[in-house]
């Protein structure tokens, strides 16, 4: 089969990228480096094709879409603080240039889009977990662009047929999640802190808590929402139906690294949900997801990436001097 993966260069692209190249798959990916790098294809390089474009040009995305049987559509700006500042540019990703995917997608009548959407679109809302049937409150504009994008497929579906499904993934942690951006994922940037014995910074009292759910049970979701039958239209959390606060995180790192290090404690930052935890169980009815990868594993392969990718960079440093 070919794939189209957008956002293919990112942090959950290319692992996903990764696995569909071990299936055997044709993967083209459409990614325009803002955020992703190149260097996260490089051991499948020579396998895949990367068009360097983006998804705001809809001649690019129909180029790239050629003879395309499904769509695993990651490509957005992935920041909410980000979004607060630039609520536009967001938009013009997010929304126009998700857009573009559906057009092109129906125009060549490929089987099926996964879209990815994010457990932001529940916003405030206080229950948990957080159930797929409740009313979306996004609380930033990253959020209303995810649930937009999720709204958008499911008019694609109705109108012209499209084939669709939105993950509302909730915090994805991994190999090849960026930590130098000021807008990263919190776990990446601990991993960080904990190898360069930094002071890790919490936005608040560290007692918010995160669905935090290791990278292959995404691609897992992902590849699974591709074929799974009778799902067209529908919405699934991707999650793993535990909760964590970022204080407990500290202390597993603590137990992984045995290295104690003292947070520092900031203002919580705007558009930030206090608690955050996933109802599974309509992936597992529908999709057959079975998040296998515990936190504590996924965190321990987590930090010994970073370690590794550090250990390669500081070589290569050498080397080069
Ligand atoms: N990581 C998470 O916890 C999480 C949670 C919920 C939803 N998501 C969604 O999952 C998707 C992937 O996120 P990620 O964490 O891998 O982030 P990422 O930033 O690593 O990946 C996004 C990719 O999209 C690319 N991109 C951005 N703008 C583009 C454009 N205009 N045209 C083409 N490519 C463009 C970037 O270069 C990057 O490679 C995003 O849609 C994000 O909103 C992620």
């Known amino acids: 089969m070919r794939y189209l993966v957008t956002g293919g260069a990112g942090f959950i692209g290319s692992n996903t990228v990764d696995e569909l190249v071990r299936r055997g798959h044709s993967v ?3 990614d325009d480096l803002s955020g992703g790098k190149e260097e996260n294809l490089a051991e499948i390089r020579s396998k895949i094709t990367l068009i360097k474009g983006s998804i705001t040009d809809i001649e690019v995305v129909r180029k790239a879409m050629h003879e395309a049987d499904y769509v695993i559509h990651l490509a957005a700006r992935t920041s909410v603080p980000r979004s607060v500042k630039d609520p536009i540019e967001t938009n013009r990703v997010n929304i126009d240039g998700t857009l573009n995917v559906l057009i092109a ?3 060549v009548k490929v089987k099926r889009v996964v879209f990815a959407a994010s457990s932001s679109a529940y916003g405030e809302t ?4 957080k159930v797929e049937s409740m009313q979306p409150q996004p609380i930033s504009p990253y959020g209303v662009t995810k649930y937009v994008g999720e709204l958008y ?3 694609f579906g109705r109108c012209y047929g499209l084939e669709n499904v939105s993950l509302r993934y909730f915090n994805i942690f991994g190999p090849r999640q960026d930590p130098s951006s000021p807008y990263s994922g919190v776990l990446a940037k601990f991993c960080t802190a904990f190898l360069e014995d930094t002071q890790p910074v919490v936005f608040g009292d560290g007692e918010q808590t995160r669905d935090f759910t290791f990278v292959e049970n995404a691609v897992q979701a992902n590849l699974l929402a591709c ?3 009778n799902v067209s239209g529908k ?3 991707v999650g793993t139906s535990g909760r964590i606060s970022l204080n407990d995180v500290l202390l597993t790192l603590g137990k992984i690294t045995g290295k104690t290090l003292e947070a520092k404690y900031e ?3 705007d558009g930030d949900i206090r608690d955050s935890q996933a109802d599974i169980s309509q992936a597992k009815e529908f999709l057959g997801y079975d998040p296998r990868i515990t936190f504590e594993d996924g965190l321990s392969r987590t930090f010994e990436w970073y370690q590794s990718t550090q250990a390669k960079v500081q070589a290569q440093a050498k080397s080069e001097k």
């Open 153 to 155: 497929g499911q008019a």
């Open 267 to 269: 203002p919580p930052r």
């Open 235 to 237: 919405v699934f959390n």
């Open 105 to 107: 997608a129906k125009d």
């Open 28 to 30: 083209v990916v459409l």
């Open 227 to 229: 074929e799974a039958p």
């Open 126 to 129: 206080p229950t948990l977990p």
